[in-house]
Nanobody, 125 residues
């Protein structure tokens, strides 16, 4: 059974940093895309960042220049380094993974094969 387990969320002041981790188990994801989405209270889920199997990355506009997605295939883990955090970054952050080799994570989140349970990130002003 595939599981994605996020960690690293918490409470941070505006301008601070957090590093989220997404540990995958049940199968290897070295040839698969992984990504991060977030959902704030009362808002739709939104794409944050993704990393494809080649190591290429793509970001939402709100994340560019502040967030960095990376992966460690040996640990079957993806990361999201978040710097210069703002109160509007407050949300539950979800890890996502694609089952198809050499596939991509769609930025609309539709048909994503695997989701984590989420980790809360709260940024105080």
């Amino acid at each position: 059974q595939v599981q994605l387990v996020e960690s690293g969320g918490g409470l941070v002041q505006a301008g601070g940093s957090l590093r989220l981790s997404c540990a995958a188990s049940g199968r290897a994801f070295s040839r698969n895309s992984m990504g991060w989405f977030r959902q704030a209270p009362g808002k739709e889920r939104e794409f944050v960042a993704a990393i494809i199997w080649t190591g290429g990355t793509y970001y939402a506009g709100s994340a560019k220049g502040r967030f960095t997605i990376s992966r460690d295939n040996a640990k079957n883990t993806a990361y999201l380094q978040m710097n210069s955090l703002k109160p509007e970054d407050t949300a539950v952050y979800y890890c996502a993974a694609d089952a198809q080799d050499m596939g991509v994570i769609p930025t609309n989140g539709n048909n994503v094969d695997y989701w984590g349970q989420g980790t809360q990130v709260t940024v105080s002003s």
